[in-house]
């Protein structure tokens, strides 16, 4: 299984892929401290005629037993998606859009999913860069890979990829998503 180690911030940043969603155009597994996602891209068999722009679906996704919560009661299920879920989609989205062939004229879908979720490190920023992972070792055309990280100000020095607890004294944060060039 292909698995590749960085270290970012301070952390290791692990991007792993051939185990899981085997069935995905692209699957990838990663984990940074104790947080983990799974990114899974999906395109369509049929090409759509008379596109002028990429029909791009990012679903964004944080489950409750991630961070070790089951609903209980009358609430059964995970419901609609939540606020953060959708501004954390956008945040997917932007960067990678562009990166994609208008040509290709397919359905594709990224579907990254928080599976573990340790309270300290936000798991946003490591589900940009497995998707963008994920739709590079897939057989979809793109121009990628495109990175992301957190960057924070706090007391006279940057931060990447800061805890939460960081993220609250901070006097400035950031996200920067981009390409090599």
Known sequence: MPKVTIKVGGQDLTLETGKLAKQANGAVFATYAGSAVLATVCCSEDTIEGLDYVPLQVEYNEKYYAAGKIPGGFLKREGKAKDKEILVSRLIDRPIRPLFSKAFKRDIQVVPTVVSADQINPPDVIAMVAA?????????????????????????????NPTFEQIEKTDMEIVVAGIKN
């Open 132 to 160: 963008s992972a994920a739709v590079c070792i897939s057989d979809i055309p793109f121009n990628g890979p495109a990175a992301a990280v957190r960057v924070c100000y706090l007391d006279g020095e940057y931060i990447i």
